[in-house]
């Protein structure tokens, strides 16, 4: 998937109180043959953008469910979780310019 890099991405949520919650999408890897997505709630991905600084960012693995349909699910495994946990951190601290420049 292309994306420009102007162009946020939104997801309504819902959690398990039955709460819809907005996320931006700030990432999407493939590893071993699965999709993860790094999301932060929108709210939050806001007050970073004003303030100039980070967030804590969830992972969201992209399956079908048994109608086909595409849906996010938590990463409950420990192992997977930090596996690709380690590939964002990665990607977002390249993605960082301490220089400023």
């Known amino acids: ?49 004003d303030d100039g600084g980070f967030c804590e960012y969830v992972v969201l693995r992209l399956e079908k469910d048994e109608d086909g349909e595409d849906t996010l699910v938590s990463v409950d495994d420990d192992d997977e979780f930090d596996n690709v946990a380690d590939v964002f951190d990665d990607m977002f601290s390249e993605e960082i310019d301490y220089d400023g420049n």
């Open 1 to 49: 998937m292309t994306m420009n890099e102007n162009e946020r991405e939104f997801f309504t949520l819902v959690d398990e109180d039955g709460s819809e919650i907005e996320f931006e999408k700030i990432g999407e890897i493939t590893l071993n043959e699965k999709v993860y997505f790094a999301m932060i709630p929108a709210e939050a991905a806001d007050k970073a953008q």
